[in-house]
């Protein structure tokens, strides 16, 4: 958390009461900060004044260069005081209206990211969408002293053209749900694969040649897809990318765990920030891989994974941080680079081998943003090109011998001593419920009891802390202050604790889910047609983009939710939430929605088997058992009422066979296939 304990009250705004640790960090800014809020648009309507609202999160790393460069400087903060509101936002204590915003921006500016910097009107429609602002004009980009005096000004003298560009950016925004409308699924799997395939680089996995984020359900779907359909070409796409990250940059080899997103196409140079999410949807994607390959190296990689949440992102009451920061003593990834002398001092003898294994070079090989140049220091990474990532897909970790991870150690122990970067201790339930779907995906794909144990101690801390009776909590402060549920929070609870129950033929989570899903529906139907929320907020996302983005849109995620509650027996009708464009989109581009897909597939793929089980090992032997026999996506559902050693076979529309031995289940899935 952030300590405020110096922060004197009379220089601070109207943040100093927030919990919020990036509210926190502009506490004490001179810009008279609100937090969203009635009080702050009660006072634009009454001054005539626009809005400038900032969106960020205690992590961001260009937040950090705004608040540094822009809002501690009494220049800018003259102008922001004296001509507008100013609003500050949390993305991840208010996801919402976060959502709401970034839809906004990509459709007005083409693009959107952090932070997001939107001028509103006193009545709160959007106008103008930016990013990073710097504090002087240079680039290319104004200065934000000129930019919010020329916007004042014309406000000021020629407020038709605000109105005219907020009714030109209307009709970019406006998407009312229609009453029915929806998409046909014939062949969109296909057609997302070869999209996929066209877009992939061949060279270093990853898709597109730019900058490239993990995007790690992508991996998932095509995993899913090869086991399908048998296309080795999907599955080279999944290994290549799943290989590159983890031999690249964007890979801590040092502490584990991977980093925001690569800011090349050969995924050497890091955006520093971890985030949870990022963490949670590597996991699920390594599942799917080892389902595919049954290859250790991705069991491997998910034990690092685990390791590094648990060692740096495990709260002391079971649930997991958000995010870990990109900058430390105020410089982005000083915790992660080292110069060469620092490395020859430590290793000795060993350097040269070190340097040579992981491209360490005397003038440093990290190059800084945006300068484009070395600072001369390095990030470590393996050559990773598709030579070397096939090597790493036939023998796995063929650079880490005894040295190389003694000398990993030595890098361990010595960046302890580091100033760490800090890290945002909201544990956000939307998630963690994600994280609990990845955990319980490693267990029903690998059998790894240590997976299942996590995923265990993870779902009693969520159904002790974030849920009661069907009920979700978004996050709670240390205070004991309680933010309640968004939407994307019972999507993704939900969906976390039907995976875990269905893994393990726990009816009590399977139960959880159920209740969690039955409010999901309630909110849902009752808010689909409406953007304004006055006892939440402003904004609901229900109208929002509902592509996949850094991780599967929440719309994906209660599409699976339906799914798991139809296999469940609970049959509460499908909401469409496809607007006329989303179904146009999903139709063209059905690759921005894999997770769909993937539900799709699941759909016409997963069976469930209820039985009276009495051990974890007796899923495990008949999830092998199929396994070997090409069902990848198996369920589990405890019946007292069946006799031991008895069956009852379901899939998402009905049960098929009741209170069959095991012999009669498998003659049926052999028919089924002919």
Excluded at 236 to 255: C, K, L, N, S
Excluded at 568 to 593: D, H, R
Aim: proline content about 3%; overall charge negative; charged content about 25%.
């Amino acid at each position: 958390m952030i300590d405020v304990v110096n922060m004197s009250s009379s220089t601070m705004n109207h943040l100093k009461n927030e919990e919020s640790p990036y509210l926190i960090q502009h506490a004490s800014n001179p810009v008279d900060w609100y937090p969203w809020s009635k009080k702050a648009f009660e006072k634009a309507k009454k001054d005539n004044k626009l809005i400038f609202l900032s969106i960020g999160y205690s992590t961001c790393h260009w937040c950090h260069v705004m608040e540094k460069e822009s809002f501690s400087r009494d220049d800018v903060a003259k102008v922001m005081n004296e001509k507008y509101v100013s609003i500050k936002v949390d993305r991840e204590e208010m996801p919402d209206v976060d959502a709401y915003f970034i839809d906004f921006a990509n459709r007005v500016a083409g693009n959107a990211g952090w932070p997001l910097n939107i001028i509103l009107t006193p009545d709160l429609k959007p106008v103008f969408p930016f990013t990073y602002i710097p504090r002087e004009s240079r680039y290319g980009s104004i200065g934000i002293i000129e930019l919010l005096n020329s916007i004042h000004e014309l406000w000021t003298n020629s407020p038709e053209e605000i109105f005219r560009k907020v009714e030109e950016n209307e009709k970019l925004t406006v998407n009312k749900i229609p009453k029915a409308t929806s998409y046909k699924n014939e062949n969109l799997e296909t057609l997302a694969y070869n999209q996929l395939k066209s877009s992939f680089d061949r060279s270093y996995g990853g898709f597109g040649r730019n900058m490239k984020f993990p995007s790690s359900h992508i991996m998932s779907f095509l995993s899913n897809y090869y086991n399908i359909y048998k296309a080795n070409e999907a599955l080279e796409m999944a290994e290549t990318t799943a290989a590159a990250i983890r031999m690249g940059g964007i890979y801590d080899h040092v502490g584990n765990g991977i980093h925001r997103y690569a800011t090349d196409f050969g995924w050497k140079i890091p955006h520093f920030e971890k985030m949870l999410y990022d963490q949670a949807n590597f996991i699920m994607a390594l599942s799917k891989l080892y389902t595919a390959t049954s290859k250790k190296q991705y069991i491997d990689i998910i034990n690092e994974e685990i390791e590094f949440l648990r060692d740096k992102m495990l709260s002391p009451e079971g649930g997991y941080y958000s995010a870990i920061d990109a900058d430390s003593e105020g410089v982005e990834g000083k915790y992660y680079l080292w110069t060469s002398g620092e490395l020859m001092r430590m290793l000795g003898e060993d350097y040269t081998k070190f340097a040579s294994t992981f491209n360490v070079r005397e003038d440093g090989n990290y190059i800084e943003e945006p300068k484009g140049m070395s600072n001369g220091k390095n990030i470590l990474y393996v050559e990773n090109e598709k030579n070397y990532t096939d090597k790493f897909n036939k023998n796995g970790f063929f650079w880490l011998d005894e040295v190389i991870k003694q000398s990993l150690g030595k890098l361990k122990n010595a960046r302890e001593r580091r100033v760490p970067p800090q890290t945002d201790t909201k544990i956000c339930g939307d998630i963690n419920g994600f994280l609990l779907y990845s955990l319980s995906e490693a267990f029903s794909s690998t059998n790894d009891k240590r997976f299942l144990k996590y995923a265990e101690d993870l779902y009693n801390f969520l159904s002790n802390k974030y849920v009661k009776n069907g009920r979700c909590v978004h996050l709670i402060y240390p205070s004991g202050k309680t933010i309640s549920g968004y939407l994307s929070d019972y999507a993704f609870l939900s969906m976390g604790f039907f995976k875990f129950g269905f893994s393990t033929a726990n009816n009590q989570a399977i139960d959880n889910a159920k209740e969690i899903a039955d409010q999901l529906y309630l909110k849902l139907n009752a808010e689909r047609d409406t953007i304004m929320n006055e006892n939440r907020s402003a904004f609901i996302g229900t109208l929002n983009s509902q592509e996949d983005s850094s991780i599967p849109s929440q719309f994906a995620v209660y599409e699976r939710t339906q799914l798991y509650a139809n296999m469940a027996g609970q049959y509460n009708e499908l909401i469409n939430l496809s607007t006329s464009e989303t179904v146009e989109n999903i139709t063209k581009y059905p690759s921005y929605f894999t997770f769909r897909m993937e539900t799709e597939m699941e759909r016409k793929n997963s069976i469930l088997l209820k039985g009276n089980y009495n051990e974890i090992d007796d899923l495990i032997k008949i999830r092998e058992n199929l396994a070997d026999k090409g069902y990848s996506s198996v369920y589990f559902e405890r019946d007292d009422s069946l006799k031991s050693n008895t069956y009852s076979l379901c899939n998402s529309a009905a049960c098929v066979l009741n209170g069959v031995n095991f012999e009669s289940i498998l003659n049926y899935l052999k028919s089924q296939k002919k």
